[in-house]
């Protein structure tokens, strides 16, 4: 079976990170996050004062971004078999999922320098090819010539239950529907209308729309896709 690279873009919270790590785990394939990636750039700016209520010091991040200071990398779960994103050495997978992150990451991800920062990275990472990876851009600008291309999307209401959901599963005491609702609308308009690789629908990827589909559904689906992608 030949090995091709799997790009899958979407809005946020649709699933399709779960997706892509299951497929990744069922094939055999490197999973990627790459949103991780910008939180995690993010959960950086915060923890420095680079993020300043709304503002951002552009001028500061891009210094430390020169200059070595931020190190993004993954590291395997021994219990499941699936990447941690850690930052400078550190594992921050639970603290880059928080709402002051989810608050923060569009506009950090709407910043040219950051997003060339990170897609060099990206780039580097499928060159052997047998790699999954999702996030906003992968099969428009990462990865244009990936095999297989997929688009996910769902209802605004329903991402935003299944992330409020998630946040009370991972103890979050404080999370409100309402809030992850309108945190939600906003990062579509946001990554929808910056002028850098906005979120759009590559012309030559496949559409689904898993607002009422489950997992196993979901997964499924995919999974028909990569065998007829992988066919020689």
């Not at 995690?40 to 020169?66: C, K, M, P």
């Not at 190190?71 to 395997?76: G, K, Y």
């Not at 309108?182 to 607002?211: C, F, G, M, T, W």
Request: aromatic content about 6%; charged content about 25%; some cysteine.
């Amino acid at each position: 079976m030949k090995k091709i690279i799997v790009a899958i873009d979407g809005h946020s919270s649709c699933g399709k990170s779960t997706m892509a790590k299951t497929l990744a785990k069922r094939v055999g394939y490197i999973y990627v996050d790459t949103g991780a990636m910008y939180r995690a750039v993010t959960l950086y700016a915060l923890r420095n004062g680079i993020i300043s209520g709304e503002d951002i010091d552009e001028q500061t991040l891009q210094q430390h971004i020169n200059d070595g200071k931020i190190n993004i990398s993954f590291v395997l779960n021994p219990e499941t078999n699936l990447p941690l994103t850690c930052l400078n050495g550190d594992v921050v997978e639970t603290e880059i999922r928080g709402m002051e992150v989810s608050g923060h990451v569009s506009p950090i991800a709407a910043i040219p320098f950051v997003r060339t920062f990170l897609v060099e990275q990206q780039q580097k990472m499928g060159e052997e090819k047998g790699i999954v990876m999702d996030g906003r851009d992968i099969g428009t600008v990462v990865f244009p010539q990936a095999e297989l291309k997929v688009f996910i999307t769902a209802t605004a209401e329903i991402r935003a239950e299944r992330r409020y959901k998630e946040l009370l599963e991972k103890g979050d005491a404080t999370a409100n529907y309402d809030e992850v609702l309108a945190n939600v609308k906003e990062r579509d308009y946001i990554d929808s209308h910056r002028e850098v690789a906005p979120l759009v629908q590559a012309p030559d990827a496949l559409l689904l729309d898993n607002s009422h589909l489950t997992k196993d559904e979901q997964n499924q689906w995919l999974l028909d896709r990569f065998n007829e992608a992988t066919k020689e």
